[in-house]
């Protein structure tokens, strides 16, 4: 079974510094997308960036980018210019290609910007 | 109306009493997940179901809690007997399964307290 841990439960960084939260998955599949999620403290989550594992290029999403590593089955995010409204709580996310799959989450990163 | 509503988004219930919460997924979603999310905590699955597949029920935590999700649509998720340890958010999410690379869409969530 596919499987999703992010080993860092909080981290914190200085505002307007960049910052990496780190993802790993198993999985014996070739073809999966991965997505990075935020819940801020209104407890919505929003979808922040996704990568699909047969494209090598890492997604980015203006401050949001992912280095993803699908040798290691790492995808990691990185922030940069921290800012006061990316403090949250971080999921990472997978899903398989098969229609049937659910999206498996693993347990989260509370990031706190501090200024 | 867009997104996942979920009703009611706050309930204050006596532990033993039942309770029901409902989730409308977005239109078309043939997806429907439900989760726990304890106080600061991550994502706890609870339940996903799939078009007319049979829900995958592994994460309820006890015979206490049971969903249906009806015509496809709406979804209600029960707790009978409810204890103190069963207070949290439950958040509902849906996805529009057919397309790999779709990602699940959130509502706000209810939060449950026991006392």
């Known amino acids: 079974a596919q499987t999703v841990t992010q080993s860092q439960p909080e981290m914190s960084v200085q505002e307007a510094e960049t910052v990496t939260l780190s993802c790993t998955y198993d999985?014996?599949?070739?073809?999966?997308?991965l997505f990075w999620y935020k819940q801020p403290p209104s407890r919505q989550m929003i979808l922040v960036i996704r990568?699909?594992?047969?494209?090598?290029q890492n997604a980015t999403e203006n401050r949001f980018s992912v280095n993803f590593q699908k040798a290691a089955k790492s995808f990691s995010l990185k922030i940069s210019d921290s800012q006061l409204g990316d403090a949250a709580m971080y999921f990472c996310?997978?899903?398989?290609?098969?229609?049937?799959?659910?999206?498996?989450f693993g347990k989260g990163t509370r990031l706190h910007i501090l200024p | 109306g867009a997104g996942v509503s979920q009703s009611p988004s706050n309930k204050v219930t006596e532990k033993g009493k039942d309770v029901e919460l409902r989730c409308d997924p977005i239109?078309?979603?043939?997806?429907l997940y439900w989760y726990r999310q304890s106080l600061g905590q991550g994502l706890e699955f609870l339940i996903y179901?799939?078009?007319?597949?049979?829900?995958?029920k592994s994460g309820l935590p006890s015979d206490r809690f049971s969903a249906e999700r009806t015509g496809g649509s709406v979804s209600t998720l029960t707790i009978q007997r409810t204890q103190q340890e069963d207070s949290a958010v439950y958040l509902c999410?849906?996805?529009?399964?057919?397309?790999?690379?779709?990602?699940?869409?959130f509502g706000q969530g209810t939060r449950l307290t026991v006392v």
């Open positions: 999985t014996s599949e070739s073809d999966y997308y």
């Open positions: 179901f799939q078009g007319n597949s049979a829900p995958d």
């Open positions: 990568q699909e594992a047969y494209k090598q």
């Open positions: 996310a997978y899903k398989g290609r098969d229609r049937d799959d659910k999206i498996i």
């Open positions: 239109s078309g979603h043939t997806a």
């Open positions: 999410a849906s996805s529009r399964q057919a397309q790999m690379n779709t990602e699940a869409f």
